[in-house]
Nanobody, 127 residues
Framework: QVQLVESGGGLVQAGGSLRLSCAAS????????MGWFRQAPGKEREFVAA????????YYADSVKGRFTISRDNGKNTVYLQMSTVKPEDTAVYYC????????????????????WGQGTLVTVSS
């Protein structure tokens, strides 16, 4: 019933910025933690960032800490990923996820066990 739709992906030059959005629609019964994973060509899916429902707690992978910022607007049922000073290694399909069960700091080990996933949006960073 609940669906996640990502948008904002595209081509960006190294050092530039891009903002991804993930909008939740349908019946949102719980106050979900939401976040982002990514999968580069030939690589395993990896955790990027997550944020609690209140927005009071965020957690980032070391590879993006200081460059990416996650935020959310519960009035719009939307979570954002602001990507700054992007690098070619940021190239990947970015997937939005939502889950009502797990502490935000445990998300890197949850993988595909999270409750809801979007279809992904492709980000390509040129060098």
């Amino acid at each position: 019933q609940v669906q996640l739709v990502e948008s904002g992906g595209g081509l960006v030059q190294a050092g530039g910025s891009l903002r991804l959005s993930c909008a939740a629609s349908g019946r949102t019964f719980s106050r979900y933690t939401m976040g982002w994973f990514r999968q580069a060509p030939g690589k395993e899916r990896e955790f990027v960032a997550a944020i609690t429902w209140s927005g009071g707690t965020t957690y980032y992978a070391d590879s993006v800490k200081g460059r990416f910022t996650i935020s959310r607007d519960n009035g719009k049922n939307t979570v954002y990923l602001q990507m700054s000073t992007v690098k070619p290694e940021d190239t990947a399909v970015y997937y939005c996820a939502a889950d009502s069960r797990f502490l935000v700091r445990t998300w890197p080990i949850r993988g595909s066990n999270l409750e809801i996933w979007g279809q992904g949006t492709l980000v390509t960073v040129s060098s």
